[in-house]
């Protein structure tokens, strides 16, 4: 297990307190409420501040992995998951908050299974799908987006309202160039 697999590990065990203190808002934290001496827990804030050093990490790990040689197979397969997985619970959750359209996370959330389908179908095919760059630019512009809508603040709304939009071009654009550029791994099993 090394630096960056723990990274992802520890990326996939911050979405269980992320999903807590978002989902479980200031008035459910009376307990927390009172060890600070009765100063109000804004959970929001803290969710927020767990997603950036969650997606922090996301950046990490790859970066070190290339650099040092550390390329795993469970790297491979398990970065990719902790980011569906991070990004995914909290576009669930800001639906219950009622920040995000649940038909742009059904969009979302159903690009992310074409694709792993994708590789799946791939991967029994001994043919690796590499990440493009357009699914990069989606996954920084949801990561963006969820911090946006995790501020909340009324200044910030057509600008969360612009980034969210661009997110999901992203999110549809990724997914026709996925399918073009691999087209072949559903048709016939080569690349």
Do not use: H
């Amino acid at each position: 297990m090394n630096l960056p697999n723990k990274l992802t590990v520890f990326r996939v065990i911050l979405i269980v307190p992320f999903v807590l203190l978002l989902l479980g808002g200031y008035a459910q934290w009376g307990w927390l409420s009172a060890i600070l001496g009765g100063a109000v827990v804004y959970t929001d804030y803290i969710a927020l501040v767990i997603f950036i050093i969650a997606s922090l990490t996301d950046l990490l790990d790859g970066k070190i992995a290339r650099k040092y040689n550390l390329v795993t197979n469970f790297g491979k397969f398990m970065d990719p998951l902790a980011d569906k997985l991070l990004v995914c619970s909290a576009l669930i959750c800001l639906i219950e908050m009622g920040r995000i359209p649940s038909w742009i996370v059904i969009i979302i959330i159903s690009r992310e299974f074409i694709i792993s389908g994708f590789r799946l179908v791939a991967s029994d095919n001994n043919v690796v799908i590499a990440a493009s760059y357009w699914g990069k630019f989606k996954t920084t512009f949801q990561m963006i987006m969820v911090c946006l809508m995790l501020v909340n603040i009324p200044v910030l709304e057509l600008v969360t309202q612009i980034v969210m939009w661009i997110a999901t071009a992203l999110t549809l654009i990724s997914l026709v160039d996925y399918v073009v550029k691999n087209k072949n791994v559903l048709l016939d099993g080569n690349m």
